[in-house]
């Protein structure tokens, strides 16, 4: 059956928040970059703004907040990615950036979800679109999209069907998680505490264990500056922009293709560290599973020996690192980018060959895992991809 959607949930904004309301710390305030993070999966959002406690309690006794099960959509620029809302700590959000979905009637959001990313919710959307320069929704035109509305029975079981998915999907990414933190804790156990195999009986001389070696991290890593334009490259080139990066995880398995992407980028390799170097407290630096190109505000990394290449991930992925990282950047700037002058000279530690061969034995182990996880889920995001647009119109029935 034939709806308006409008007419089985609410498509309303926020209430306008002033840049003289913005905290430094607080209740977390979303704008399209956090929503198309939290699209792509990001745990950890690098949100910098913040609204104080109070003014967000005023707002949700007066107007309402986003809540579990709630949709956001981006609306002005990078337009048309929704979030459905999985957390229940506060957060508040930009009018006019994004548009809210709620109080829903008769329509499951799990179900609108899936509808907005098929082909069939795109094709609604595009009919929303005003602007050319900067494509932007209207509330006015969204609550005019149509669809064809199952019975709430069958959109249940539709949306169960591909949620089973993105449950696969989910704990993939928990598990790589808790492999990357596996491999952060040995690399301090060794580099940071030096209790190594052997330690009992080796002297600490200067800082550094004897018979290791210490030099500066340009002597470690080369810096790749291949500009490229992207329009002269294949529309399938993987593309991974510092929306793509997640915080804090060294496995960078999210990315796009560069068919809408139009600025000089920075080519790079499979296996080469990418480092954002916009905001450096986010700590969003990794290695590629794949070749491509990525943001000229990423800093392209690569070891200049193989055999330093696990040590060299383990140490500009660290949180020590990335510290040095943020003190490196201009107070007041806009937008704070690390030094790469100052960052160059970060000193490596690097063991005797016999001990870096252990070390980089156990590493290479928990660094495969998270590339067979990350290509498991690769599978599963296709297959779900597949499989979304013959659930929505029919084609498959559950």
């Given at each position: 059956m034939e709806v308006r959607l409008a007419d089985h949930c609410e498509i309303t904004s926020s209430k306008r928040i002033y840049a003289k309301e913005y905290e430094e710390s607080g209740i977390p305030f979303f704008r399209g970059k956090e929503i198309v993070e939290k699209y792509n999966g990001q745990s950890a959002i690098s949100s910098d703004l913040f609204i104080s406690e109070t003014r967000y309690e005023q707002i949700k006794q007066s107007f309402g907040v986003p809540h579990r099960g709630d949709i956001l959509l981006t609306s002005v620029g990078t337009i048309g990615v929704p979030y459905r809302v999985d957390i229940d700590e506060p957060f508040y959000f930009k009018d006019g950036n994004l548009t809210w979905f709620r109080n829903f009637r008769g329509i499951d959001s799990q179900y609108l979800f899936y509808w907005l990313v098929s082909p069939l919710g795109r094709r609604e959307l595009s009919k929303c679109t005003i602007g050319a320069a900067q494509p932007a929704y209207t509330i006015v035109r969204l609550k005019e999209m149509r669809l064809d509305l199952p019975d709430e029975r069958t959109q249940r079981a539709i949306s169960g069907y591909l949620k089973n998915y993105d449950d696969l999907i989910e704990n993939n990414k928990r598990r790589i998680e808790l492999l990357e933190e596996s491999a952060r804790q040995l690399y301090k156990e060794w580099f940071v505490r030096f209790r190594f195999p052997g330690h009992e009986h080796v002297k600490i001389i200067d800082g550094v264990p004897?018979?290791?070696?210490?030099?500066?991290?340009d002597r470690v890593v080369d810096v790749i500056k291949h500009s490229v334009d992207p329009t002269q490259l294949p529309a399938s080139t993987p593309y991974i922009g510092l929306e793509h990066m997640p915080r804090r995880s060294f496995t960078l398995n999210v990315w796009e293709t560069s068919e809408k992407v139009t600025s000089t980028k920075y080519k790079f390799n499979q296996g080469d560290i990418l480092f954002g170097k916009i905001r450096p407290y986010f700590h969003k630096i990794g290695f590629a599973l794949t070749a491509g190109i990525t943001s000229s505000d990423a800093i392209v990394m690569r070891p200049k020996l193989e055999r330093q290449y696990f040590v060299a991930l383990c140490e500009v992925t660290s949180d020590q690192f990335i510290a040095l990282a943020s003190k490196t950047v201009r107070e007041g700037s806009k937008?704070?980018?690390?030094?790469?002058?100052?960052?160059?000279?970060?000193?490596?530690?690097?063991?005797?060959?016999?001990?870096?061969?252990?070390?980089?034995?156990?590493?290479?182990?928990?660094?495969?895992?998270?590339?067979?996880?990350?290509?498991?889920?690769?599978?599963?995001?296709?297959?779900?991809?597949?499989?979304?647009?013959?659930?929505?119109?029919?084609?498959?029935?559950?």
């Open positions: 004897e018979g290791w070696t210490s030099e500066p991290l937008m704070p980018r690390a030094d790469w002058k100052v960052l160059k000279q970060r000193r490596i530690l690097c063991p005797s060959e016999a001990l870096l061969e252990v070390f980089n034995s156990q590493i290479v182990g928990i660094v495969d895992q998270c590339k067979t996880l990350s290509y498991q889920n690769f599978c599963l995001t296709q297959a779900r991809d597949l499989l979304l647009p013959k659930l929505m119109n029919g084609e498959i029935a559950v």
